[in-house]
């Protein structure tokens, strides 16, 4: 084996070598960092970064992120569902969560099991609530310091008309829970269209603390803005702020307002796809490429074959369209079909089969990127990092070192 590294040049271990298969991607943690001190900067000296590390941390890796976003200081997480939370809590995260949606009462020995806080909108959910808590001991139930005073988090719908309360009846709500022993932790609404319609998301936050902001006075917490609003400056004085796109330095729209902002503020995309070819090979004239031979070739074509396809995330749609470039930023056309497992692309010249290239690159103009790539498929950014499939490695780049997992 020691011959082998050396007569391969592989005495250091490599990104591919740690992937185990000829494509990764790599999950820059320094600019997650930046990014949340950023997005810390926009925020009142008060108020909490709650992190969105749902849809497996929009793609990026939700155990790894939370633990570095715990490394450097943050306390407070948000995920989907309770198996969500499950897995971050059986790898070690001890800290608060947060259960995003309309809590389910089949879900409650879950969330009282693993210590998870969730997302209320039914009194359907706080009666089941309160007798479970009244069935586990009762005797103790309204001492303040007792033990299963698991907190929920009370969510009021100012007009995305999904989940929640509706405004007029927070009072009854929270006197229902002080009334049944149920621990209110924080009061939160959510912005329906906080980067594209300023009017409304006004509108909003108006109808959330005209109710909600009495109930601090008690210890209450309130949160409203997501990323869009925490970049908007829309409730970042309140408790929380819960940035999820823009904590992964993707823009919530495609826009050059959007780029722009970025730019300015210094968010960057923390994500890069690489991969090196399986095989590079010169083509003879009237060849074709792939499935239903969509692409025929020309005398002396290079093509490449990468082993990343739309089982991995990358999209069939992109078949004959996409883009991938060197390092260097020669651009590559992908050629044929996307396969479920591989795709070809023509190179402008003869590659060895050791170079390096970006499937996605981690800037916003490359043809590339996530951005240009949610324009080409009409959709957002959050779509194209949230399919990229769990079969990827992702390895992690923090202070010069680089690793697939903690242990």
């Not at 925020?43 to 570095?68: D, F, M, P, R």
């Not at 706080?126 to 139930?141: I, M, V």
């Not at 995309?269 to 083509?283: D, E, G, H, Q, Y």
């Not at 990127?369 to 080409?376: D, F, M, N, R, Y």
Request: glycine share 8%.
């Amino acid at each position: 084996m020691d011959q082998l590294k050396k007569g391969f040049g592989r005495v250091e271990e490599n990104e591919y070598q740690i992937a185990r298969r000829r494509t990764y991607l790599k999950i820059d943690l320094d600019i997650l960092s930046r990014n949340v001190s950023i997005l810390n900067s926009l925020c009142s000296s008060n108020t909490e970064i709650l992190a969105v590390v749902k849809g497996n941390a929009y793609g990026h890796g939700s155990v790894e992120i939370a633990k570095h976003l715990v490394d450097i200081g943050v306390k407070h997480f948000a995920v989907a569902s309770p198996g969500e939370g499950i897995d971050l809590r059986k790898a070690g995260i001890d800290s608060y969560i947060q259960i995003f949606g309309n809590a389910c009462e089949e879900e409650i020995p879950d969330l009282i099991e693993y210590d998870l806080v969730p997302t209320v909108g039914s009194v359907e959910f706080l009666r089941e609530w309160a007798l479970y808590s009244q069935n586990l001991c009762p005797e103790y139930l309204f001492e303040e310091n007792y033990e299963f005073h698991r907190p929920v988090v009370i969510k009021v719908d100012t007009g995305m008309s999904r989940n929640g309360f509706q405004p007029e009846q927070l009072d009854d709500v929270v006197s229902y829970c002080d009334e049944n022993g149920v621990r209110i932790h924080s009061i939160m609404t959510h912005f329906a269209a906080a980067w594209d319609d300023q009017a409304f998301t006004t509108l909003q936050l108006e109808s959330f603390l005209n109710v909600a902001a009495k109930y601090r006075s008690r210890g209450i917490k309130l949160h409203a803005a997501n990323s869009a609003g925490t970049l908007l400056g829309y409730g970042n004085d309140l408790d929380f702020v819960r940035p999820g796109i823009a904590m992964y330095g993707l823009p919530p729209d495609t826009t050059a307002f959007a780029i722009d902002m970025y730019n300015r503020l210094g968010l960057r995309p923390i994500l890069s796809w690489m991969a090196k070819p399986n095989l590079v090979k010169t083509m003879s004239e009237g060849r074709t490429v792939g499935y239903d031979n969509t692409h025929r070739c020309e005398e002396g074509e290079i093509i490449a074959t990468i082993s990343v396809g739309y089982a991995d995330g990358y999209n069939r749609l992109l078949s004959g369209k996409g883009i991938i470039t060197t390092e260097n930023g020669a651009e590559c056309p992908v050629i044929g079909r996307v396969s479920m497992d591989a795709i070809s692309v023509r190179l402008p010249y003869h590659e060895d089969k050791c170079s390096n290239f970006y499937i996605f690159k981690n800037d916003f103009t490359s043809p590339n990127s996530v951005v240009e790539l949610a324009k080409q498929l009409h959709t957002i950014t959050y779509d194209v990092v949230t399919s990229l499939a769990a079969r990827l490695a992702r390895v992690y780049a923090v202070k010069g070192s680089i690793y697939l997992t903690r242990t």
